[in-house]
């Protein structure tokens, strides 16, 4: 299979504050991604470039072209629900300022390193990309079966944005991962790597949660404060994923014998994929 960037666009005019209704708990924790990503994701791009010097299978460099054209789109993509954001009144920009900090300050390039350093550097980031990408991968899979989002009214623009996102991210789950196995097929680093990025993604999301529950210009009733008790209570009504079973699916990457070919369905992504509004619309 070949990974095709998908061109699509989203109308934003008609998205409400609280895309499911009622549960702005469980919208600004969602809306996290959109503050990670757009940052994050042209990060990702960033180390991939730089990696492909170093890739010596043709097929593997033929999906990392893939990978690197679908995350850039994705970017782009939720980079729009920022400006939508912003324009009906919750400015993110205290949080994506820290966040493109981090990927461009903490993780970004290191000029002046000799080739082994600095080809060290890039494996080392390919690792956190592996890891983060195991993550995305398990959301996009509670993504596409999370049918309590369409019986709670969620907004189906924004579904679409969050299903076509999340199969691509099935879709490609194994990319960053064979990279890194590539460059380095030793155990150590992806352990090492996911001991830190596992960690750093729970802090990055509460923070986030955080911050958009206060900044939230239009709470419904008392503005209240992002809680563990609002999270679960979501969580168990079936509009965020369970923390159990993120944390099962993240012990699932430290065994020797994992592939994320385990995670996910590529033939549920790809049937979604077909019939995503937007994908559909790229397409012609």
Known sequence: MVLQPRDVRFDWSRL????????????HTINVLHLLLPAGERWFV?????????????????????????????????QGVL?????????????????EWLFHRVLGERPGLTPERAREHVVERVAIIAAVEHFTAFLGNWVLNADALD?????????????????????HRSVAYDLLRHLDPGYARRIRTMAITGPALYWLWI??????????????????????????????RGLLPSPGAAVCSGA???????????????????AYLATSPAARAAAH
Do not use: N
């Open 16 to 27: 409400p504050m609280h895309w499911i209704p009622g549960e702005p708990t469980a919208t």
């Open 46 to 78: 960033r180390v991939f470039k730089q990696a492909l010097p170093l890739i010596t299978d043709d097929r593997l460099r033929e999906d990392v072209l893939g990978f690197i054209g679908q995350e850039a789109i994705h970017a782009q993509a939720h």
């Open 83 to 99: 400006d939508h954001l912003l324009a009906k009144g919750l400015d993110p920009g205290p949080y994506v300022r820290q966040v």
């Open 151 to 171: 019986l709670a009214g969620a907004d189906p623009v924004m579904l679409d944005l969050l299903r076509w996102h999340g199969a691509e991210e099935v879709e």
């Open 207 to 236: 923070r986030g949660a955080r911050f958009l529950v206060a900044a939230d210009p239009q709470p419904a009733g008392p503005r209240q404060k992002a809680s563990w008790r609002g999270f679960l209570a979501a969580s168990r």
């Open 252 to 270: 699932r990457y430290v065994r020797r014998g994992y592939h994320p070919t385990q995670e996910g369905s590529t033939r549920q992504a790809v």
